[in-house]
């Protein structure tokens, strides 16, 4: 997505440890603009998935989530939420995952009222990384007995193994911006988009 990709090489800072900080328009301050155009290509994306409900995980996902159901004709979403703690709410689907960016681990939890075996799922988040966040998603769909028809990123670092993880569980992973490579001195290069 070439206005995303032009963001991104405008505001896009990296910091140690292989992170994209675009916290002026996604991560923190969100560009609302922007994000309806994200939701849009999503759309674009995902219409022919049959997804009937979109799922993704606080804080960032929510408004990617947001964009896009208003595009899919204001399809529900939920979002899971992050303990540090292991302390369930006993009405909960959980699954585990290490944060990328905090390097500590968390418990992802969705209640059991918000997702069943009828729910047809797309999955959103902002990052695909090493692909802990969407795996723990996909988790918590299979304990729900829900199908997962689709996964999107709004950014993917390819050279990290996120993508090939979640591929290889079989599911299909759409990226709205593939990056091939970034440096610290603020080179980021990006992959040719698939479609
Ligand atoms: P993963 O779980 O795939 O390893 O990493 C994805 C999650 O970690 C995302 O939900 C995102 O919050 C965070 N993350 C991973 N890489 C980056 C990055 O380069 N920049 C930012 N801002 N967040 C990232």
Same mark, same amino acid.
């Given at each position: 997505m070439k206005l995303l990709e032009d963001r991104i090489r405008k505001d896009g800072k990296i910091l140690p440890g292989d992170v994209l900080k675009?916290? @002026? #328009?996604? @991560?923190? %301050? $969100?560009d609302t603009k922007l994000m309806e155009e994200i939701g849009e290509e999503f759309y674009r994306l #995902?219409?022919?998935?049959? =997804?009937?409900k979109i799922l993704t995980i606080e804080s960032s996902g929510i408004a990617i989530a947001q964009a896009t159901s208003k595009y899919f004709g204001y399809l529900p979403f939920v979002f899971a939420k992050k303990t540090v =703690?292991? @302390?369930? =709410?006993?009405n909960a689907y959980e699954a585990k995952e290490t944060s990328y960016t905090r390097n500590i681990e968390y418990t992802v939890q969705v209640s059991r009222e918000y997702l069943n075996e009828n729910d047809k799922v797309l999955i959103l988040d902002d990052f695909l990384a090493n692909g802990e966040a969407m795996n723990s998603l996909i988790q918590i769909c299979r304990q729900a007995n829900a199908e997962v028809v689709g996964c999107g990123s709004v $950014?993917?670092?390819?050279? %990290?193994?996120g993508e090939k993880r979640i591929k290889d569980l079989g599911y299909e992973v759409k990226v709205l911006a593939r990056i091939k490579s970034m440096s610290e001195d603020g080179q980021i290069e990006f992959e040719e988009q698939e479609e």
């Open positions: 675009i916290d @002026n #328009f996604l @991560n923190h %301050q $969100v #995902f219409k022919d998935s049959g =997804a009937t =703690a292991a @302390n369930m =709410a006993k $950014v993917c670092k390819t050279y %990290q193994p």
